[in-house]
């Protein structure tokens, strides 16, 4: 009996062994008007600010405003869930380890610290994360490793991701707490990462081919 | 008593349960030399082949080595793991199975089935393994996405690389037999894939840079 008393958490597998474990203070609710309010402060932030930059598309000034957005999401976010092993513990209402008690229960396997979870954050915080905010600095001021450096970090977000669901497949995709918190969580919170880091390659990669067309084309005239 | 006897095999930890397990019947010296001097075999007629092409520096010719060599070890070898879970009950000596029967002597995970090590090959026998195909064909006939291609793949290898010994070091990093193995498989026998990559994801780049500045002061001199 006594056994049944330690698994007072809302996760699922019920039987995964959390001791310490102290309940979110914050509502869903909360949680995702602090994250969206600040992601669109910053976000517009940027725009604002680099819409003073000379010969700034449109299109690039957004990208400048999905780095920003993803890598502080990396770096902060992320990064404090792969630095903080026992958030699960913490006993006060710390924002950031209110998102990961919220965010697993659409996958305990972040308290659960599984660790194919633990390197595909990792690669995005440590990785990931500081190069985003290369890539703004790289789009505004037009580096010639601006498109490459793209095409890295979308690709490395793209096996991240490919990590992340495919080892909870391989392990039996039952880490949500319900259906409500597998699709809100698991699959919408990440969709981005699947659908934006794409459309970034498949840009990056025309204009890396355009590039080298236009360099073989120069070399075929001065022979 | 029984349950010490369902444990024999040479797998470490110990405890680690393999119903069916059928021990090797190739040595070690048998394995290697018939991937060694397919390897050769392989590689060899690449480069006497690729020498008939024209314009292509021997550092081409090399890389076309390279790809080969790696794009049929990911699609042959590493494919053979991913869709046979039970390469170790196999009962004869199947030459795919006696490889990872033997290599898992280095990194019992792969007799495991440990999720991490399944995502990191699964990748590169289904992604990797064919695009290092198409790099080869891309880099004979000087295809403008050649570049990019390889970064794409090199990167890609440099991913699952860190996830392989990411995950291991997180679990404990006590899968192998022996310090021999350890070194002579795990460590050596996936080092090509840590040093080859960067060197190709460092060259791409650079020529990656210098086709976007090309293209730049082509733009400033039809201004």
Redesign the interface.
Known sequence: MEGLNHHHHPYVPKDLDLPGFVPGFLSQSTILAVYGLSSLLLVSLVWFLSGRFPNLQKIDRLLMCWWLFTGLTHIILEGYFVFSPEFYKEKTAHYLAEVWKEYSKGDSRYVARE??V???E??AAVLEGPASLLAVYAIAT?K?????LQ??IS??QL??T??YF??SY??GDNFAASAYYYYAYYITANASWVIIPTLIVVRC?RK?????????Q?KAKTR
């Open positions: 660790s194919g633990v390197v595909a990792g690669m037009k010639s490793y601006s498109y490459i095409v890295a690709l490395g096996y991240g490919a990590v495919i080892t391989l392990e990669w890396t081919c355009a590039a080298f067309s236009t360099q073989e120069r």
